[in-house]
Nanobody
Framework: QGLLTESGGGSVQAGGSLRLSCSVF?????????LGWFRQAPGQEREGLAC????????YYHDSAKGRFTISRDNTLKSIYLQMNDLKSEDTAVYYC????????????????????WGRGTQVTVSS
């Protein structure tokens, strides 16, 4: 069991929804770190999809996620979530939960800078 464990992936028809979850197995520092989601589609580079600040007040979304995806976190449950609505075939990818190595720090996940801890990923497949 790693530090970050994703769940909730699966297969869905275009227009459908999925909710990804990531459990953070870190006792003391979960609520001090920014967390987020990256994805990697076959043959493509990884892209930062959405991330959230330690206090949950700031978020970043990739243009492809804006208006369809919502990131949230529950520091009590040591988890983050990605609600994905109106899924499209181009959302097919492996989705990774990521954690910023810097405590009490916020930076968008437009790049991987600082986001050095990764989960194993969960597959999302959207069929048209």
């Amino acid at each position: 069991q790693g530090l970050l464990t994703e769940s909730g992936g699966g297969s869905v028809q275009a227009g459908g929804s999925l909710r990804l979850s990531c459990s953070v197995f870190e006792y003391d520092f979960m609520n001090r770190r920014s967390l987020g989601w990256f994805r990697q589609a076959p043959g493509q580079e990884r892209e930062g999809l959405a991330c959230i600040s330690p206090d949950g007040r700031r978020t970043y979304y990739h243009d492809s996620a804006k208006g369809r995806f919502t990131i949230s976190r529950d520091n009590t449950l040591k988890s983050i979530y990605l609600q994905m609505n109106d899924l499209k075939s181009e959302d097919t990818a492996v989705y990774y939960c990521v954690r910023d190595s810097r405590a009490n720090w916020w930076s968008s996940c437009a790049t991987e800078d600082g986001y050095t801890t990764w989960g194993r990923g969960t597959q999302v497949t959207v069929s048209s």
